[in-house]
Structure formats: structure tokens, C-alpha cells
């Protein structure tokens, strides 16, 4: 699904994938890894794949709290199979004697000889303690095989995977204390905005708080980045190169805010030329149209830089949309596509020229069917109905979006991973 046909473009701007698509193809990713306990590795990337050190399960086990028996003694034995043997997960159990069976509990080993175990439900004890069985019993029934997940040697996790709490216990039930992770990105973050001042400070009249540095310092955390933090740098082209050159020498990528326009006052792009090359600028997306990226030449390597928009809204969306995906690129995660889907609108509107619109909504899931209605104002600098949305409604350019009509639907949950 492309974000605007090619022919609806305004000229000079890329269509959203295709910046995707160059911002993956432009990602180099870290090389240096670190070891890590397993209890510190929460987040982290691994560096090296990893393999099943034993079969998974390790050994047959009982699936249920029941009885395990042969299922021939159930025919042999009409008058009921004696209790001999009372298995609990943990042990180490003998052979099932013919013509017995054993009480098993869940996880519990299953003993040589028996091919079956029955759920306790459908069990019933007689006075003499013996074991009868109701409906139908199949041969394997509810015993988890020894490796029928994983055998010795399989691939359990690849070069990539993020350490999630699944990942990690996964990596425990197969005795692993450590792992071999790739080293945190480290990536520089820089404010740009005469306006701007920290929270915490008084406004003076024209001034606005610094909103998208505390955001990206958050949006950078949960992707397990390191942060420099440069602060706010005020928009002249000689503070910004000596901001630009500060980051380039101690960060794997560089992130700015504001200042990417083509007004007088933004300076992104002229310093980037001068100290680097620009490969993109202007991306066919409301918000986000200033979106750029380039490169500052440094030797030994060039050092990638992001800019995103300064408006709020403008710089969330576009971190999430392109720099997401980037940055985990350069820390040797695979990105995902976009996740996106049809849902219908329940509200019309006016969409704008030559780029799509990806409206903060909230889905309405009442009826049968879910439908996504406005999140609040749509402005870019509005973080409100962005702290409300359950993901964004990408509408083509050019076209009305119409009550009823189904639009890709973007969750905004596939970014928190
Ligand atoms: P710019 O891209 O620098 O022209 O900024 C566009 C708009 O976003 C202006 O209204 C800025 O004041 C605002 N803005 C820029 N940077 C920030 C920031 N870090 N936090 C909040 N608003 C910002
Ligand atoms: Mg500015």
C-alpha cells in the first residue's frame, strides 16, 4: 500500500515509503557488541544468534494434572488399573508396571511404559483405588514429546532480535546467564530554536518550552539508544555547526529538531552541506513535510543525521514513521514494514495537496466493526489528540476522505516495540 500515487506528489517531495525505503538502504549497522547478563539484557539487541544448548521440552512430560497409563491396560483391564506410582513434576519416576498406572501432575516426567496420560477429569477412583477412565483415549494424548519445540542445536533466536520479556525467558528456560549484545547506539539530540527554553524556567513573552527534546529523549530510551543531549542550540548558522561537528565526533547518529524548513531562519540544511551532504529533504506527509537526512563527513565514517520537524507533532510522527526504523537499522534490528490495515472512517474531511495526511484517531470499536474518529485537533503542533490516538489514518493527498470509506489505519502500539 504506497502512501500517494506518484502522480499526486508535489514536485521535490518523496513519497513516505520511498524515504523509507532509502533510509533503510542508507542504515549501517553497528558492528561492536558487548557481553551482558541475561538479568541486565532487557532491551538490548543480540549480536550474535543464538542455538538451543538442550531439546525443548528436555524431556516427555505430562501436559496434565491426570493419570498416565498404557493404553492397552484400559482393555486388558476392565475391573480398573491400580494407583502404584505418584509422579509430581521433578521427579525422576520408574517404569510403569503393567497393568498400573501412575498419578501424574503437570510437567511431571513420564514413566517408561506408559503411551498415554488422561486428564483427572475424566477419571474416576473406585472404593479400591483403582482408575477408570471416561470417553475416548488416544495413544500420545496430552504427553508434550522430549524437542518437540526444539531439538539440540536448533536456531532459537537470530542476529537482531530485540531482548524482550518472551526473548528472555526463553533464553532462561535454556539455562543462558549471558548473552552477547550489540553495544547501545549512542545518538546525539539537538534542540534548535531561538523560542525554546526548558521547563522549569519562566517565559518570556514569544518563548515556548522546549517540548521535543524530553519526547525524543523518551522515544530514544525505548528503542535502548544512549543519549547525548546537546540541548537547545540557537538557530545561527555558527552555533549550529559547532553543534553539528560536537555531535558528529561522539555520536553513531545525530538527531535535530526545527530549523529544517527553507525559511531564513532554519539552517539545518546550509551547515549540512557545508559539513557534510544532504541525500533527502521534503517528504509528501502532513504532518512531517520537512523531514531530512544527510550525512556529516567524519574520517573514519560518516555520521548519519535525521532532521525532523520542529513542530511537536510533526517530529513525533516523523521519528515514528522514518527515524524509528532507521535507528533500529543501525543497531542491527531488522525493521518491520508499517504495520497498516483498512477501518473506516467515521467522519469527512478535506485532505491536503499532494502529500497524505496521517490523522491522529481514536478507534470507536462499539459497533461490530471498528470505525476511527478524529483524536482531537489535527494541528501539527498539537500534542493533545496525539496523546489520545490509537494510531494514525493515512489518507491519500488529493482526495476527500469520506464517512464510511476504509483508509489504512496505522496502530500506534507497532512503535513501542
Ligand atoms: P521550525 O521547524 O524550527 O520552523 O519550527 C516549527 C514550529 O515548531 C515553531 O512553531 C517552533 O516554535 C516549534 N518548535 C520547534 N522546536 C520545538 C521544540 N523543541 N519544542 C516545541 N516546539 C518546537
Ligand atoms: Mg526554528
Not at 506528489?9 to 523509507?20: F, I, N, Q, S, V
Not at 524556567?201 to 515556548?208: K, N, R, S, V
Not at 529523549?217 to 553543534?243: H, K, M, W, Y
Not at 478524529?374 to 489518507?395: I, K, N, W
Request: aromatic letters at 4%.
Amino acid at each position: 500500500m504506497s502512501c500517494v500515487s506518484c502522480a499526486t506528489l508535489t514536485p521535490g517531495l518523496l513519497d513516505l515509503d520511498e524515504a523509507r525505503r532509502r533510509l533503510l538502504a542508507a542504515a549501517r549497522p553497528l558492528v561492536a557488541s558487548e557481553t551482558c547478563p541475561l538479568d541486565a539484557a532487557l532491551g538490548r539487541i543480540l549480536a550474535a544468534p543464538v542455538h538451543a544448548r538442550l531439546a525443548m521440552p528436555g524431556a516427555d512430560n505430562s501436559a496434565m494434572d491426570g493419570y498416565a497409563l498404557r493404553l492397552v491396560d484400559l482393555d486388558t483391564h476392565p475391573d480398573g488399573l491400580p494407583v502404584i506410582q505418584r509422579i509430581p513434576a521433578g521427579c525422576a519416576p520408574a517404569p510403569l508396571a503393567e497393568g498400573s498406572c501412575a498419578r501424574i501432575f503437570t510437567g511431571a516426567p513420564i514413566p517408561a511404559g506408559a503411551d498415554c496420560v488422561i486428564p483427572q477429569e475424566r477419571c474416576r477412583l473406585d472404593a479400591r483405588g483403582r482408575v477408570h477412565v471416561h470417553g475416548e483415549a488416544l495413544p500420545g494424548a496430552n504427553i508434550r514429546r522430549r524437542g518437540e519445540e526444539y531439538a539440540e542445536g536448533a536456531a532459537l533466536l537470530p542476529v537482531g532480535q530485540r531482548l524482550d520479556a518472551p526473548a528472555l525467558a526463553l533464553l532462561a528456560s535454556q539455562g543462558i546467564v549471558e548473552v552477547e549484545v550489540a553495544v547501545h547506539l549512542r545518538v546525539a539530540l539537538i534542540s534548535t530554536g531561538d523560542e525554546l527554553v526548558e521547563p522549569g524556567t519562566p517565559l518570556a513573552q514569544g518563548q515556548l518550552y522546549n517540548s521535543n527534546r524530553v519526547m525524543l529523549r523518551a522515544l530514544l530510551q525505548q528503542q535502548g539508544c544512549e543519549i547525548v543531549d546537546l540541548g537547545i542550540i540557537a538557530d545561527t548558522a555558527s552555533a549550529l555547526r559547532e553543534a553539528l561537528s560536537q555531535a558528529r565526533d561522539c555520536a553513531d547518529v545525530v538527531i535535530c529538531t526545527g530549523g529544517v524548513s527553507a525559511g531564513e531562519e532554519d539552517h539545518v540544511r546550509p551547515v549540512l552541506a557545508e559539513l557534510g551532504e544532504l541525500h533527502f529533504h521534503g517528504v509528501a506527509m502532513k504532518p512531517g513535510k520537512p523531514f531530512a537526512f544527510g550525512h556529516l563527513h567524519r574520517a573514519g565514517g560518516d555520521v548519519p543525521l535525521l532532521g525532523l520537524p520542529g513542530n511537536p507533532v510533526a517530529s513525533l510522527v516523523t521519528w515514528q514513521v522514518l527515524g524509528q526504523a532507521f535507528v533500529q537499522a543501525c543497531q542491527g534490528r531488522r525493521p518491520r514494514p508499517l504495520q497498516r490495515f483498512p477501518v473506516k472512517a467515521g467522519f469527512s474531511r478535506r485532505a491536503p495537496q499532494g502529500r497524505c495526511e496521517l490523522l491522529r484517531v481514536v478507534l470507536d470499536c462499539h459497533e461490530h466493526e471498528p470505525v476511527a474518529r478524529l483524536a482531537g485537533g489535527q494541528g501539527s503542533a498539537m500534542l493533545g489528540a496525539a496523546c489520545q490516538a490509537d494510531g494514525y489514518l493515512m489518507v491519500p493527498g488529493d482526495m476527500p476522505i469520506l464517512e464510511g470509506n476504509a483508509y489504512a489505519f496505522l496502530p500506534v502500539a507497532q512503535f513501542t516495540v
